[in-house]
T-cell receptor, first 111, second 114 residues
Framework: QQQVKQSPQSLIVQKGGISIINCAYENTAFDYFPWYQQFPGKGPALLIAIRPDVSEKKEGRFTISFNKSAKQFSLHIMDSQPGDSATYFCAASIPYDKVIFGPGTSLSVIP | DGGITQSPKYLFRKEGQNVTLSCEQNLNHDAMYWYRQDPGQGLRLIYYSQIVNDFQKGDIAEGYSVSREKKESFPLTVTSAQKNPTAFYLC?????????????FGSGTRLTVV
């Protein structure tokens, strides 16, 4: 019940294309859903986050779509660039509790 | 600049040795966390501490130990009981608050058994 599922495990996208990563959760007590981006040899960094009272949040080329009834959320990267190549983790959290991370998606954007 | 400092960046351990990984933060964050990341894998929680002088086991605590004597510091010891310690270790921290969730991560320590 504390798990966050994430797919696909890896993703290859052409430059300029749309990258889509999907996540699902079971625990309805989660009330915050962040995405972290990790480059090789570095620690993850917060990319974008959403609360369940909002169905979509956009920051530049990055958009989170949230479906509360389906308990699913996704990250869309528009106009994907080679510099977006990284590992992406979705996550879910409850106040005062640890963040639960998905297993990660390795994104490669090829020229 | 505020942040989390992990040291060393690379660490080599002989079999049977204990080694300690350092994690220091100057963000005045209450909670600190240790994660292990294996190649191509996700983040697995080792230990976490929400307050000084208190810590809890995560999902893979066996073979590891921690202390939290100061708010700023949360060192991780990888003991000889950890049979497969080669991995990338990440420390994270965050404030504790009703609407505060985001972690700040350090740059990691890569531990290799030689």
């Amino acid at each position: 019940q504390q798990q966050v599922k994430q797919s696909p495990q890896s993703l290859i996208v052409q430059k300029g294309g749309i990258s889509i990563i999907n996540c699902a959760y079971e625990n309805t007590a989660f009330d915050y859903f962040p995405w972290y981006q990790q480059f090789p040899g570095k620690g993850p960094a917060l990319l974008i986050a959403i609360r369940p009272d909002v169905s979509e949040k956009k920051e530049g080329r990055f958009t989170i779509s949230f479906n509360k009834s389906a308990k699913q959320f996704s990250l869309h990267i528009m106009d994907s660039q080679p510099g977006d190549s990284a590992t992406y983790f979705c996550a879910a959290s409850i106040p005062y509790d640890k963040v639960i991370f998905g297993p990660g998606t390795s994104l490669s954007v090829i020229p | 600049d505020g942040g989390i400092t992990q040291s060393p960046k690379y660490l080599f351990r002989k079999e049977g040795q204990n080694v300690t990984l350092s994690c220091e933060q100057n963000l005045n964050h209450d909670a600190m966390y240790w994660y292990r990341q294996d190649p191509g894998q996700g983040l697995r929680l080792i230990y976490y501490s929400q307050i000084v002088n208190d810590f809890q086991k995560g999902d893979i605590a066996e073979g590891y130990s921690v202390s939290r004597e100061k708010k700023e510091s949360f060192p991780l010891t990888v003991t000889s009981a950890q049979k497969n310690p080669t991995a990338f270790y990440l420390c994270a921290s965050r404030l504790q608050g009703l609407l505060i969730y985001d972690y700040t991560f350090g740059s990691g320590t890569r531990l290799t058994v030689v």
